[in-house]
């Protein structure tokens, strides 16, 4: 069985979205009765937005969530009170079709991630079990066809699991136990699931990587924070816009606007005294400790609540595992694999990345498509993000918790004009944008000898031609810019059509066809394409089967692995449609042509010029090529003529 033994948090729901598209059989263990009802993650980045879209599941997250526009920084004056000093957006305009980030309730994501995996019928998730023992059996990694994991699985009592619920005042982390009873546990029956294929998504405290014997690497800091859900009842002006607010020897203040007029607050407990083994006393610490400590910092307004959905407290403390996967056979995922504090509203999404970039790999290699070479890539290019990460979180944690400077003379303070000017500098960072690959056998980007590839000369000396486009960065997210379907004049978002539908989208930038030179470019690469059957089908259409496929509504991977979409800059009316190559028109004879395939970079008659080549930083005339990763990160960018170069890139990758 292709099994994920984890806990069901949104990143390994993230990855049974990818191996439900790709009809693969897999389970999700989660020890939980049920998801979350209140508390822990709420925030979603730009980036996210637009993963979660590669899926068709964004729509109601966007809907239902309070929109993050703006960010609010209040400093204290020379009266000692906070004043406002500042307003900005709270991300860089322009950056995504999704303007800003949103904020929703972590069971609302999660309901909606389940209710679009009920759609396939290969992902099964169980809830209230818990996996006792993992065996891994280190010699049958290199048979693919093995189940080189076995994990033995308890189902457990409903009494003997963490029930989130509002109705306990006094909980500390917004959970209650309950014991089971001797007739509880003669209930429980234990399971013995042979896995191909493991992915530890399960916290923090990791079950998966305490049997894998992996480390945590990195320290705790001193700095300690209570965070309370509420309902405020307030005179603070900016309540409903997210605040950085540092008082002058109280501490320091984060403002979350969240739905259903709830808002979350971190406040710093800045009297909260270490032990000598570094920790504090988390019994002393109520609600209404983290209450009497924001009013403090918020002086002179006030700040009191009658309803409250959760509330927790922690010590800020960064680390990253040593090792992401045991023999490319046992993977590691989210806080499972990295730590850091939630002010960022880094947790949840760069645990989405992190599944967003594996899902795919695993599900080829085991659908047969891909080589397995390309699951090192997970940890080459995974780790570098979560080293970047821990490495801003750690400068993020400082400026948040260091009091104000109160002289030019004052070494110990924080300058209030730094602490902008790096919530600026890092807004790419945090958007999730700033996720940059490196050279790799599926990132096609120096001569080098390619990260994660075999050593096959062939392979590791290609290069990609980055001038062609010189705004597509190879390794980074492909951008997006309006474009024109050619056929019904609608415009789009181009990066809508890069769906995650487990195939990689190669983009032929047409350039200007309606030169009979160029037109004829084309079609010569067209005919030269033709043949590569194994990377694009020849005149079928390339999505859904018509009848809704036969495994369980997964999208078909078997005619090709490529899916190939066009954007051209010639005039809209001096081209037909019926005068481009079959290989960017599939025909199906049942539904008749692929309408959707052919774009045009021009006005639309309602939403503007989206000017994609110059936003592309593509020749208009001579046009390029360019693959996209199925997680839209750029691949290879070559020439028309460079049908040889873009069939040894594929060559690299597949079986």
């Not at 309730?105 to 998730?125: C, T």
């Not at 592309?616 to 070559?638: K, M, N, S």
Request: charged share 25%; with cysteine; aromatic share 8%.
């Amino acid at each position: 069985m292709d099994g994920d033994v984890s806990e069901t948090e949104v990143d390994v729901l993230m990855a049974a979205l990818w191996m439900a598209r790709y009809g693969i059989k897999a389970q999700v263990i989660d020890k939980r009765e049920e998801s979350v009802r209140v508390g822990h993650a709420d925030g979603i980045q730009c980036r996210s937005l637009e993963m979660l879209d590669s899926f068709d599941m964004v729509d109601q997250i966007w809907k239902e969530s309070c929109h993050m526009a703006e960010m609010c920084m209040w400093n204290p004056a020379s009266d000692g009170l906070i004043h406002r000093s500042s307003r900005m957006s709270n991300t860089i305009p322009g950056l995504s079709r999704y303007p800003c980030g949103v904020l929703l309730a972590q069971h609302r994501i999660e309901r909606i991630f389940l209710d679009e995996l009920r759609k396939y019928s290969g992902v099964q998730i169980r809830h209230s079990v818990v996996p006792t023992s993992m065996k891994f059996e280190g010699d049958m990694i290199d048979d693919r066809d093995s189940h080189p994991i076995t994990v033995k699985l308890k189902r457990v009592a409903s009494r003997d699991i963490n029930i989130v619920t509002n109705e306990n005042p006094s909980r500390t982390t917004g959970s209650r136990k309950r014991k089971r009873s001797e007739a509880d546990q003669d209930q429980s029956d234990d399971e013995v699931v042979r896995a191909k294929y493991v992915i530890g998504c399960d916290g923090a405290h990791s079950w998966t990587r305490k049997q894998l014997g992996f480390c945590m690497e990195g320290e705790q800091s001193e700095y300690i924070w209570g965070v309370l859900d509420i309902i405020p009842l307030t005179d603070f002006p900016d309540i409903r816009s997210r605040c950085a607010i540092h008082s002058a020897e109280s501490g320091t203040i984060m403002i979350i606007p969240r739905e259903d007029r709830l808002v979350r607050i971190y406040c710093q407990l800045s009297a909260m005294a270490l032990g000598s083994d570094g920790r504090f006393d988390r019994s002393s610490i109520t609600p209404d400790t983290i209450l009497s400590a924001a009013q403090r910092i918020l002086r002179p307004y006030k700040l009191e609540y009658k309803h409250r959905d959760w509330w927790t407290v922690y010590q800020i403390g960064q680390r990253v595992g040593d090792h992401f996967s045991a023999g490319e056979r046992i993977f590691l995922a989210g806080d499972a694999i990295h730590t850091h504090s939630p002010k960022a509203g880094q947790g949840m999404n760069v645990s989405m990345q992190d599944t967003y970039n594996l899902g795919w790999k695993l599900a080829l290699v085991i659908r047969g498509i891909a080589k397995p070479s390309i699951l090192k890539t997970y940890e080459t290019e995974r780790r570098g993000i979560a080293q970047e990460l821990i490495a801003f979180d750690q400068e993020y944690s400082r400026l948040w918790s260091s009091r104000p400077t109160q002289n030019i003379a004052d070494g110990k303070g924080v300058r209030m004009a730094d602490f902008e000017r790096y919530f600026i500098q890092q807004q790419l960072f945090s958007s999730g944008f700033g996720v940059h690959y490196g050279p790799s056998i599926l990132t096609n980007k120096s001569n080098n000898l390619l990260n994660g590839s075999s050593r096959d000369e062939s392979v590791a000396s290609l290069s990609s031609d980055q001038q062609l486009a010189t705004n597509v960065v190879l390794g980074k997210r492909f951008p997006s810019f309006r474009v024109v379907n050619h056929c019904d004049a609608r415009s789009w978002h181009f990066a809508k059509w890069l769906k995650a539908d487990g195939k990689f989208h190669i983009v032929l930038f047409a350039g200007d066809v309606s030169r009979s030179s160029q037109m004829e470019r084309v079609h010569s690469f067209a005919r030269a394409m033709a043949t590569k059957s194994k990377i694009l089908p020849s005149g079928r259409r390339q999505d859904r089967e018509a009848n809704g496929s036969s495994n369980g509504g997964s999208l078909k991977t078997e005619d090709s692995i490529a899916r190939l979409l066009t954007i051209h800059s010639a005039p809209r009316q001096s081209i037909e449609f019926q005068e481009f190559p079959p290989l960017l028109r599939p025909y199906d004879e049942k539904v008749g042509y692929d309408y959707d395939g052919i774009f045009v970079d021009t006005d639309s008659y309602y939403e503007g010029h989206g000017h994609a080549y110059e936003g592309y930083g593509v020749d208009q005339t001579r046009g390029c090529v360019v693959v996209i990763r199925p997680d839209q990160h750029v691949a290879w960018i070559g020439a028309l003529e460079d049908v040889q170069g873009l069939e040894q890139y594929f060559a690299g990758i597949l079986v």
